[in-house]
């Protein structure tokens, strides 16, 4: 087995992160918020000297630390556990879910400004969160709002898909035009960033364009300048009810970002190393998400419950319900929306969609069922004994909400996806420029092994390249 130890080191370097994560969130929480400057970009311009200062003491600090045990298995396995990304703005717990800057999902309702009172959270409020890691105001949030909203004129011309309309509006890429000027690399953030602001105001409009283009006889629907980022989105797809603008809102908050290991965030850090610009790095995204291990998970699940309704009818009774997710099991399939990655417990994500259905749509049928299937399906997969979480995740939930209020087409809901996860992966965009990080080039080896022999410890010889491991105590 290959690992590195430097357990001690690691330990002290963990608790002193551990301090100082408590730290910053206390003084996070006492800076809700002090600042009355309205503008996100000088709020940046402020913040990122003090960020690139703190990467260098990192740096030359705990540089030589190794972080954790590298084994084969984890080579083989796609790095699945390997720490190797630094990534800003979230980060995934096994047992709590995910944390963007610290704050949980239900922290992030309470925390971030709401269209109306115990309303759900603006996503442009996360966007300000995300980048900053400070709380705004509502009256930022609602100044971020109006800047997107001015950003959001997309080339009238419609799009046949999502990605293919990101990347026609790369031709607009200011970062591009910079480095071909020659713009110094301490100043690569402040062009990334605009095109991060405008990426993420327009690609709403383009996912509008796709989504009337080919359900609704191409009858797009011009943006609303007096309406909010989530609800805007909603009223470009056509629907302009205050519970589905809602939902668009929280939809868009809770997809956004889920840490830098996914395929797509980690698709699009790894396109944006290489100084492609935020357009590119995007679409290259999205190709990830639309992968059926990835994004489509969600339209899966819908899918799957209308099966089950259609087979069992709609008074289903727990033992039909059971029956037919062994049926599923049985045939070599698993049960869409549940289980996860890397969380070891009921996805937040999944939780804060349920409350809101809890409150808004109690006596849907398909909510039902997906109730009934949060008690069938957990003791199902833990009897199957082959499951690390059975518990529901984000998917489980998000496409019987959509469903709910007319917006039916299964297969779009992967667009949806991608316009919540430009917040996130664009956010970690501007701070890769901003702090410098390097062009992503992991070491790879092949399957071949010889020369293995022990002399106190092993050494793996793999065309030429020696690793060596001690025993493992």
Known sequence: MVFFRSFSALSKLRSHLVQQSSLNGSVRWL????????????????????????????????????????????????????????????????????????????ECQKLLPAAKPDGEPLPEGLLWLLLTG????????????????????VPAHPMTQFATGVMALQVQSEFQKAYEKGIS????????????????????????YVYRRIYKNRQVIPKNDSLDYGGNFAHMLGFDSPEMHELMRLYVTIHSDHEGGNVSAHTGHLVASALSDPYLSFAAALNGLAGPLHGLANQEVLLWIKSVVNECGKNITTEQL?????????????VPGFGHGVLRKTDPRYMCQREFALKHLPEDPLFQLVS??????????????????????????????????????????????????????????????????????????????????????????????????????
């Open 185 to 208: 690399k301490s100043k690569y953030w402040e062009p990334t960033y605009e095109d991060s602001l405008s990426l993420i105001a327009q690609v709403p409009v383009v996912a509008s």
């Open 134 to 153: 400070k709380v705004p105001t509502k009256e930022q949030v609602d100044a971020l709002s109006k800047e997107l909203r001015s950003r959001a004129a």
């Open 31 to 106: 800076q809700i918020q002090s600042s009355s400057d309205l503008d996100l970009h000088s709020q940046l311009k402020e913040l990122i000297p003090e960020q690139q200062e703190r990467l260098k003491k990192l740096k030359s600090e705990h540089g030589k630390v190794q972080l954790g045990n590298i084994t084969v298995d984890m080579v083989l396995g796609g790095m699945r556990g390997m720490t190797g990304l630094l990534w800003e703005t979230s980060l995934l717990d096994p047992e709590e879910g995910i944390r963007f800057r610290g704050l949980s999902i239900p």
């Open 322 to 334: 059971k029956d037919y997710v062994w049926k599923t099991l049985n045939s070599g399939k698993v």
């Open 372 to 473: 009934k299937l949060y008690e069938v399906v957990p003791p199902v997969l833990t009897e199957l004994g082959k499951v690390k979480n059975p518990w529901p995740n984000v998917d489980a939930h998000s496409g019987v909400l959509l469903n709910h209020y007319g917006l039916t087409e299964a297969r779009y809901y992967t667009v949806l996806f991608g316009v919540s996860r430009a917040i996130g992966i664009c956010s970690q965009l501007i701070w890769d420029r901003a702090l410098g990080l390097p062009l992503e080039r992991p070491k790879s080896v092949p399957m071949e092994c010889s020369g293995c022999h022990w002399r106190g410890q092993r050494v793996f010889q793999w065309n030429g390249l020696k690793i060596t491991a001690r025993n493992q105590p």
